[in-house]
T-cell receptor, first 113, second 117 residues
Framework: GENVEQHPSTLSVQEGDSAVIKCTYSDSASNYFPWYKQELGKGPQLIIDIRSNVGEKKDQRIAVTLNKTAKHFSLHITETQPEDSAVYFCAAGSGGGADGLTFGKGTHLIIQP | GAVVSQHPSWVICKSGTSVKIECRSLDFQATTMFWYRQFPKQSLMLMATSNEGSKATYEQGVEKDKFLINHASLTLSTLTVTSAHPEDSSFYIC?????????????FGAGSRLTVL
């Protein structure tokens, strides 16, 4: 089955700086890679996703890059703000959508004021 | 966008009682819903896949008789923790994807925190 590794487990950055979270996956058949943000006591919320037919996707301060050859994908947050503090999960799956997603272990992002 | 409602958001029960958690897709139909368990500071652990009109598919190590799942309609799945014990205390989260939408993106509920005394 799929195995998703996520690093780092904790990331502390100064407000205004950029944050990068990296994930690797094992199954070359995976073609859908979403990122979720989870605030304390709440369910995860999708913030951005990418499918295997593109290498990069951007939405305002958030971007995701995908390297299919190396089987890794990354989340980039620029101009970080205090409200970006949360746990971020990457996931990988095949079937082009929600079915059979495997999640990474999460990254606790801390934005220092 | 798609909204998944989960109820209750928190529940405290006595050991030995059963607790039911509901997961509803509010503005879309979901033939499949997913149930997860999350321990503090840990990732989401998939417990089972709930299929409308048929039996749920449980992940290895998850007791079917302990965690009863019913998906009676295209907008509602329920998870019943039977004869709950303190070790069942956890954060339970459901998710669903709009099966009629081409995107097939997963939307999560807000979670239900279960505390068993």
């Amino acid at each position: 089955g799929e195995n998703v590794e996520q690093h780092p487990s904790t990331l502390s950055v100064q407000e205004g700086d950029s944050a990068v979270i990296k994930c690797t996956y094992s199954d070359s058949a995976s073609n859908y890679f979403p990122w979720y943000k989870q605030e304390l006591g709440k369910g995860p919320q999708l913030i951005i996703d990418i499918r295997s037919n593109v290498g990069e996707k951007k939405d305002q301060r958030i971007a995701v890059t995908l390297n299919k050859t190396a089987k890794h994908f990354s989340l980039h947050i620029t101009e970080t703000q205090p409200e970006d503090s949360a746990v971020y999960f990457c996931a990988a799956g095949s079937g082009g959508g929600a079915d059979g997603l495997t999640f990474g272990k999460g990254t606790h992002l801390i934005i220092q004021p | 966008g798609a909204v998944v409602s989960q109820h209750p958001s928190w529940v405290i029960c006595k050991s030995g009682t059963s607790v039911k958690i509901e997961c509803r897709s509010l503005d879309f139909q979901a033939t499949t819903m997913f149930w997860y368990r999350q321990f503090p500071k840990q990732s989401l652990m998939l417990m089972a896949t709930s299929n409308e009109g048929s039996k749920a598919t449980y992940e290895q190590g998850v007791e079917k008789d302990k965690f009863l799942i019913n998906h009676a309609s295209l907008t509602l799945s329920t998870l019943t923790v039977t004869s709950a014990h303190p070790e069942d205390s956890s954060f339970y989260i459901c998710s669903a994807a709009d099966s009629t939408s081409g995107a097939n993106v997963l939307t999560f509920g807000a979670g239900s925190r279960l505390t068993v005394l």
